[in-house]
């Protein structure tokens, strides 16, 4: 089986900017959760998605969004970007009621 | 308010010992915890797990301890090789959000040294 794959890897953007950011699960996974990795927080949660609906959210500010599609493909949507949005953002997927969760090799975003 | 904690920024041992990290909580609501060990460039992988009805698991070289009532788990690694130098994440859960939600310690950076 092939792994979750976050896309892009690195990614430099503006302050201001918006970005979007890619999650592939792995095959017949269809719970997908993101995370956000700075220096010093370790992993922070920010939402989890299942079958389309967002179930679960972390305290993080309205410009972070996100979705998922029917196929279990997610998205990452960060707008009006802050310095302070540097970071590594982690995709992880696992089958319902399963406790593992696979991760990504994560989405390395630099906003300057 | 970081409700997984560990306080250890870093530990060094040498190749052959037992290398010990550590990890505590406050939530009484998780009854669920994970160790996550992480290379650079990589996402974190999944290395052992433990429920809060069990005190002890083991795992090969891996061998997770849970104390509930000092909130306290460690994850020893006995015999430490160079290959496990990396950082360790600890995770919490509470079963009863059916693990929809990990909350991690902000890690602890292991060097085995040869």
């Known amino acids: 089986k092939a792994g979750v794959t976050q896309t892009p890897r690195y990614l430099i953007k503006t302050r201001g900017q918006q970005v979007t950011l890619s999650c592939s699960p792995i095959?017949?996974?269809?719970?997908v959760s993101w995370y956000q990795q700075t220096p010093g927080q370790g992993l922070q949660f920010l939402f989890e998605?299942?079958?389309?609906?967002?179930?679960n959210k972390g305290n993080f500010p309205g410009r972070f969004s996100g979705r998922q599609f029917s196929n279990s493909r997610s998205e990452m949507n960060v707008s009006t970007l802050e310095l302070g949005d540097s970071a590594l953002y982690l995709c992880?997927?696992?089958?319902?009621?399963?406790?593992?969760?696979?991760f990504g090799q994560g989405t390395r975003l630099t906003v300057v | 308010d970081q409700q997984v904690k560990q306080n250890s920024p870093s530990l060094s041992v040498q190749e052959g010992r037992i290398s010990i990290l550590n990890c505590d909580y406050t939530?009484?609501?998780?009854?669920?915890f994970l160790w996550y060990k992480k290379y650079p460039a990589e996402g974190p992988t999944f290395l052992i797990s433990?429920?809060?009805?069990?005190d002890k698991n083991e795992d090969g070289r891996f061998t997770v301890f849970l104390n509930k009532s000092a909130k306290h788990l460690s994850l020893h690694i006995v015999p430490s090789q160079p290959g496990d130098s990396a950082v360790y994440f600890c995770?919490?859960?509470?079963?009863?959000?059916?693990?929809?939600?990990?909350?991690f310690g902000t890690g602890t950076r292991l060097l085995v040294s040869p």
């Open positions: 992880a997927s696992k089958e319902q009621g399963n406790t593992e969760a696979f």
């Open positions: 095959s017949g996974h269809r719970s």
């Open positions: 998605y299942f079958s389309e609906t967002q179930r």
């Open positions: 939530n009484s609501m998780f009854d669920y």
């Open positions: 433990i429920s809060s009805i069990k």
């Open positions: 995770a919490a859960v509470e079963q009863n959000t059916g693990f929809q939600k990990l909350v």
